[in-house]
């Protein structure tokens, strides 16, 4: 794969920065002001569930323990998303720094960066990477001459589990166990890896944290929306011209972006990997944002000739394998709606049972313990719904955005 | 297993606990570099890591069963996973899987004859800008095309 930092262009990340800058001014600053930087910013994770990174961080900074932990998640293990891919093979600077501020900010000397089994690819040009910030003492002890702060990055590599990227199963999963999710409170923040406080961040928001550092809060609110600020990268796959990551501004349509990647006779928009939602034409000027079509940057997009019973069964079968069988009504739902999609497949449904399953993904949407199994039905009623002239009606009955 | 073997598995999974420390927080590491070296984890090498953890040799077969890149049984010795997901799929994963398989002799799910290779389906390797994908051990391929693929594996040692 070839780097193409050079080409790459962008608002807020894929811009220029000179490693370890970011790190030199935090080091700089009190701790209170770097996090009041970030709060001003408005900045939102970008592992999918949107939490504020401010609040997360001022939580774990307040903790009291002897031993503290910052954890990149690395995982990225939702169909589409290879984003942080290109975030770790093109720029690490930005990643590191990040997690380097964030151990400044909240007292650790910690960090680990949880990588996916799948881009152990990526490990030897990583682990190159730290030992050179170790000799230009961005890592290690004193860091730039900051007496008694101390931090280190290692890498932990994942065994291919999509769950252990939901936060605690990752924990778990670090602490060798099965990865299956904790219930929750308490939160990492306060009870995390060993049990000790631990923020949990994804690769892209690190990489923003970086930014903000550099340029300010201000500076980084002022692009995208009110509610969504800053920039996001999107990992678009599918049927268009262009397929690949890009920095967009949110706010964005959906209209614009396939326009920007050259999709043509577009059918359907799946947001938000497999666990988002699927859209049809009708709903194509909404937004990418979190206020609107909220998305941790997997757009796949789908054109006329596909079969979204196809794509559905596909998603299905994804949840049912990833699945952790910790709870029933994920381990015994998503195996129910992939026994419907199998019914439509054959036609040898109801629409009473199909409507019944709807119902069973709006528990599954409340009940299950973690975020797997609250989001998979997400595919299941979208397609089913937005689809349902193709899927249940022969093509008839004129919905479909047609 | 040899009594040799079972000592020479011992010492590399006290090295490892040496390596890596004593603590439970190892397990996945150490499973990880028996299941690289060795392609699988034996049943004698998940009691000494049960042993030398001082955990219970259920709690490890039941880590292991848990991920996808670690197996109790040999397969054969080159992991060839070509993803399954969506855009891959679309991009045409199932010409390149039969070609695989014609080329091969065996079915996904199952080793080559000659024990060279085992296949199987992976979910999104995170390169479906460039599917259809497969992963060969540690690497990874992309754009695939059914001739493409097989010319891969037959590069393969
Ligand atoms: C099944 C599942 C898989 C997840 N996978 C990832 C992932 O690969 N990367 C990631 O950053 N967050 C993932 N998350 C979200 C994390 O639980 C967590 O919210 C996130 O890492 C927090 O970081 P952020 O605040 O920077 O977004 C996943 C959540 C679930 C429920
Ligand atoms: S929702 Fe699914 S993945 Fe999450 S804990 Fe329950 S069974 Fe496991
Ligand atoms: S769908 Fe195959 S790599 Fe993502």
Redesign the interface.
Known sequence: MENKRKERKGAVLFTEYKAGKSIKKALSMKRDDILLEIKESKLRGRGGAGFPTSTKWMLTAAAIADEKFVICNADEGEPGTFKDRVLLMEYPDLVFDGMVIAGYIIGSSKGIVYLRGEYEYLLPSLNDYLENMRKDNYLGENICGKSGFNFDIEIHLGNGAYVCGEETALIESMEGHRGEARNRPPFPVTTGFMKKPTVVNNVETLACVTKIVEHGGAWYKEHGTDKSTGSKLFSISGDCAKPGVYELAWGTSIKELLEFVGAEKTKAVQVGGASGVCLNKTQFDRQLAYEDAATGGSIMIFNESRSMLHVLKNFMEFFVEESCGQCTPCRVGNIKLLEGVEMIESGEFTFSYINKLKDLGKTMQVASKCGLGQSSPNSFISILENFKDEILNNGNGGSNGK | MLVVEKNALTEEIESLVQRFGK???????I??EIQKTHRHIPDFAQQEIARLLDIHPVEVY??IT?????NTEPKGRNLVRVC????C??QGKDAVCKAIERELGCKFGESSKDNKFYLEY??????????PAM?VN???Y?NLTPEKAVEILNGVK
């Open positions: 603590d439970r927080s190892s397990l996945l590491k499973l990880h039941s880590v848990f991920y996808a890149f670690l399954k997901t969506i855009t799929d679309l992976a979910n999104c390797l995170g390169l479906c800008d460039m599917g992963a540690e690497r990874v992309t």
